[in-house]
């Protein structure tokens, strides 16, 4: 047992390839972040800048795009960093960290699909009383509580981990989860277990509320045309990002349960797909599907000249999106 796990420094084998390879690897990895960064950074600023759009689903849509750059952020620089180094370790505080970063981003993930599907239901089956039951106050409030929550599902659960004496410091990833670190542990781990069952019945639970939401929406798609052109423009890209959310989710926790036999590179993908995928995809989903921040971005981009003084106006008289 190891007697002091602040000075734990862990090994992680996730990328043993040669130079030559893990140079190409953080070509492509260095491109594929600046561009999550880019698309997520592009579609926030639209909106905060763009008064037509000081609306509730495209103010949930920036809290989603800043927690896909938070989740990136989380995986992309540490990875750069061992891409090019001698080898590949991470300190026991530094894991912890990037532990709590990257669930925090996967708890705000779920939550925020959660209320946004929650209020597409009122905007498309009550649209009559969608102005008072979404004022500004209540999606504060949500967008508070969603944090505020996913924060507090991490905090939990990095306390129940640092609590376990470590035997072992080699971890089979290329990056820090939580199930990765507990398994290293040589104490009982069962505090740790019914927190994950805990997170895992609350996370379908809210599964199932955006279930129940969708069975509604069809409905009232079905019933008006109206309705429709307002499904497929808002609810078909939330739907998109819940399924490849939920998919690359599923690629990593069978990678971390049953993982082995399969190419390295493989593996890695399959383990990270959820730190990639989503925040890279997001905003490409809903700024193409979305007609009112499509002809924003168009429009600022063929007049950089209007984009500047629209930003300049913006920083001078429009508050700060939440």
């Known amino acids: 047992v190891m007697e002091n796990n602040s000075e ?56 989603l795009c800043f927690n896909g750059i938070c989740g990136a952020s989380s995986f992309y620089p540490k990875l750069l960093h061992g891409l090019l180094a001698d080898s590949n370790v991470i300190t026991y505080a530094g894991c912890l960290a990037q532990m709590f970063v990257v669930y925090c981003y996967v708890f705000c993930e779920l939550t925020s699909l959660t209320v946004m599907a929650y209020d597409r239901y009122l905007a498309i089956c009550k649209p009559l009383q969608y102005p008072m039951l979404m004022p500004v106050q209540r999606v504060a409030q949500m967008l508070l509580l969603t944090w ?40 009982d781990t069962t505090g740790n277990n019914i927190y994950g069952f805990v997170l895992i019945f609350m996370h379908i639970s809210q599964t199932g509320l955006i279930l129940v939401s969708y069975t509604h929406l069809v409905r009232a798609s079905l019933r008006l045309a109206s309705n429709r052109k307002k499904f497929i423009q808002t609810c078909v890209p939330h739907l998109v990002t819940l399924l490849i959310f939920a998919s690359s989710l599923m690629f990593n926790s069978i990678y971390s349960r049953y993982g082995g036999g399969t190419l390295q590179v493989l593996q890695n993908l399959l383990a990270a797909e959820f730190l990639v995928v989503p925040p890279l995809i997001n905003p490409i989903i809903y700024g193409i599907n979305l007609h009112q921040i499509r002809s924003r971005i168009i429009h600022n981009f063929h007049k950089p000249s209007s984009l500047i003084n629209t930003c300049l106006h913006g920083a ?5 999106c939440p």
């Not at 001078?316 to 700060?320: E, W, Y």
Request: hydrophobic share 50%; charged share 10%; aromatic share 10%.
């Open 148 to 187: 505020c929550f996913s924060l507090l599902e991490a905090i939990i659960g990095n306390i129940l981990t640092t609590r376990l004496p470590l035997c072992r410091r080699h971890i089979n990833q290329i990056f820090c989860t939580n199930w990765e670190v507990v398994k290293l542990s040589c104490s």
């Open 8 to 63: 734990v420094v862990f090994v992680l084998q996730g990328l043993n390839d040669s130079l030559t390879n893990r140079q190409m690897y953080f070509a492509v990895a260095l491109m594929s972040y600046l561009f999550t960064i880019f698309v997520n950074l592009t579609l926030i600023i639209t909106v905060c800048l763009e008064r037509t759009l000081h609306e509730p689903i495209y103010i949930f849509l920036c809290s």
């Open 316 to 320: 001078l008289s429009l508050p700060v």
